[in-house]
């Protein structure tokens, strides 16, 4: 692992009429970014955020944003995710055409690239763009809806592109989103993680989300500490 665990909320389950104040309380809550997936009814079935709704939510906050493109043609939109304030910018191998050109361009947009994988898609197929490549997002549920359950065989999958990035020696983080609760995170975290999207159960916490927020932090940080030893 090339740094501690970091907690990143999903904003899929925020109220969406009071944008703005959600995203200061995810800071507040100590986050370390914040994610917005971003949906087009056509890649998955359902819709979200455009790019002019993180814009005005973006002087809301004082961590970083990540757009999870799950888009169609994601190429046409990179720039403006960019200029919406996302430095970092995740797009779906399964929609890429030109995958490495596409992480290619996020770079020379100034952002932060991420490639994201269905539970079903290999980890091969990121083998040729570790160099173009910042983070890579191991979906744990089917993308395109909140509140799912976490597949566990994509474990699997996290223990071999936990290995291809050390032997790549490069800084790639590796992300888990989907089902991602004080249980799941300890298995996904021994597997190799160490970027954790959490959504619905932080939401539901009842003490809070800054509770969420450290008990899932020190959860992950201890099955890292036990698979390292």
Not at 71 to 96: F, K, M, Q, S, T
Not at 198 to 204: E, F, L, P, V
Request: charged share 20%; with cysteine; net charge negative.
């Amino acid at each position: 692992m090339t740094h501690p665990p970091l907690i990143v909320p999903s904003v899929l389950p925020a109220d969406f009429a009071t944008l703005g104040a959600e995203v200061e309380a995810l800071c507040v809550a100590g986050v370390d970014r914040i994610q917005w997936d971003v949906m087009d009814g056509v890649f998955v079935p359902n819709l979200t955020f455009g790019a002019d709704v993180i814009a005005a939510a973006r002087r809301h906050s004082s961590v970083e944003f990540e757009a999870h493109l799950m888009v169609a043609e994601p190429d046409r939109l990179l720039e403006n995710y960019v200029a919406a304030g996302c430095e970092i910018v995740i797009v779906h191998a399964e929609a890429a055409t030109h995958l490495h050109r596409t992480l290619h361009r996020i770079r020379e947009l100034g952002a932060r690239s991420g490639v994201a994988l269905n539970p079903h898609t290999p980890a091969s197929v990121v083998d040729g763009v570790l160099e173009e490549t910042d983070l890579i997002l191991a979906m744990t549920v089917n993308p395109g809806f909140g509140g799912q359950a976490y597949i566990p065989a994509v474990e699997r999958k996290l223990v071999e592109l936990r290995a291809m990035i050390d032997a790549s020696g490069l800084p790639i983080d590796l992300e888990v989103d989907g089902g991602i609760t004080d249980t799941t995170i300890v298995t996904a975290a021994a597997a190799g993680a160490d970027v954790f999207i959490s959504g619905s159960w932080m939401y539901r916490h009842p003490e809070g989300k800054r509770a969420a927020v450290e008990l899932l932090r020190e959860r992950a940080r201890s099955a890292h500490q036990v698979a390292v030893a």
